[in-house]
């Protein structure tokens, strides 16, 4: 086993040779007054940087424990000179939501490549999550109002081109021509499926082919009658 006393090194601050301790063999200095001066001077030499976020800016910052040197490695790796701004750089900008954008030449439609949650993409903005198209119209168009939604002309949900987007109602968006629902489906049918006669409507708007609601009411009352008879 090798013995600490006879391994010799060389202080990096005043070039004393001095003999490590065995749990600090990797120390590059002989006491800690000189680890102290050498950050003292380190930090002392450094020049100022600026915040990446707000621009001001900062230098070292000392311990918050007391200790009368300071943070080096920790300034070397900071970019910013306050929690908050290292909060504010992780918040989404308009600039950065536009450059997800992928333009589709043959459509113009302005497709969001980013995360998507179901049909439409999804964003944390100003602390909530938002869809992108809505997110984009209000920059663009202003605020959308109370009720109303937002329909895509061109069918692609993934589109955040205000061009592509209208203000309508939430019955309007449902029966879309561009939507695929049951709802919407059914209100393009013209005539019946089933036999292709005309739709009739009752008071409250509720359209109903009249040759088949008479064929199915028919067939009801006669299945009634039978089973009348054969009761004792």
């Given at each position: 086993?090798?013995?600490?006393?006879?391994?010799?090194?060389?202080?990096?601050?005043?070039?004393?040779?001095?003999?490590?301790?065995?749990?600090?063999?990797?120390?590059?200095?002989?006491?800690?007054?000189?680890?102290?001066?050498?950050?003292?001077?380190?930090?002392?030499?450094?020049?100022?940087?600026?915040?990446?976020?707000?621009?001001?800016?900062?230098?070292?910052?000392?311990?918050t424990?007391?200790?009368?040197?300071?943070?080096?490695?920790?300034?070397?790796?900071?970019?910013?000179?306050?929690?908050?701004?290292?909060?504010?750089?992780?918040?989404?900008?308009?600039?950065?939501?536009?450059?997800?954008?992928q333009?589709?030449?043959k459509?113009?439609?302005?497709?969001w490549?980013?995360?998507?949650?179901?049909?439409?993409?999804?964003?944390?903005?100003?602390?909530?999550?938002?869809v992108?198209?809505?997110?984009?119209w209000?920059?663009?168009?202003?605020?959308?109002?109370?009720?109303?939604?937002?329909?895509?002309?061109?069918g692609?949900?993934?589109?955040?081109?205000?061009?592509?987007?209208?203000?309508?109602?939430?019955?309007?968006?449902?029966?879309?021509?561009?939507?695929?629902?049951?709802?919407a489906?059914?209100?393009r049918?013209?005539?019946?499926?089933?036999?292709?006669?005309?739709?009739?409507?009752?008071?409250?708007?509720?359209?109903?082919?009249?040759?088949?609601?008479?064929?199915v009411?028919?067939?009801?009352?006669?299945?009634?009658?039978?089973?009348?008879r054969?009761?004792?």
């Amino acid at each position: 086993m090798i013995d600490p006393l006879d391994i010799e090194c060389q202080c990096e601050h005043c070039g004393k040779t001095y003999h490590p301790l065995k749990r600090a063999r990797t120390s590059t200095y002989c006491s800690r007054e000189c680890y102290q001066s050498a950050r003292q001077k380190e930090a002392a030499d450094y020049s100022m940087k600026p915040c990446e976020q707000c621009g001001k800016l900062f230098g070292p910052q000392p311990r918050t424990d007391g200790r009368p040197f300071f943070r080096m490695t920790d300034f070397r790796n900071r970019r910013f000179c306050s929690s908050k701004c290292s909060t504010d750089s992780l918040k989404l900008t308009m600039d950065q939501i536009l450059t997800r954008l992928q333009v589709d030449p043959k459509t113009g439609c302005q497709i969001w490549t980013g995360h998507k949650s179901g049909f439409y993409g999804l964003i944390k903005w100003q602390g909530q999550n938002r869809v992108v198209h809505r997110v984009v119209w209000e920059h663009f168009r202003g605020a959308i109002p109370e009720g109303l939604q937002l329909d895509h002309t061109c069918g692609a949900k993934l589109c955040c081109n205000v061009d592509h987007l209208r203000v309508v109602t939430p019955r309007e968006n449902s029966l879309a021509a561009t939507s695929n629902n049951m709802a919407a489906r059914n209100h393009r049918r013209v005539k019946c499926p089933s036999c292709g006669g005309p739709y009739s409507a009752f008071a409250s708007g509720v359209r109903y082919c009249k040759p088949c609601r008479h064929r199915v009411q028919m067939t009801y009352q006669r299945k009634q009658r039978a089973d009348k008879r054969k009761e004792p």
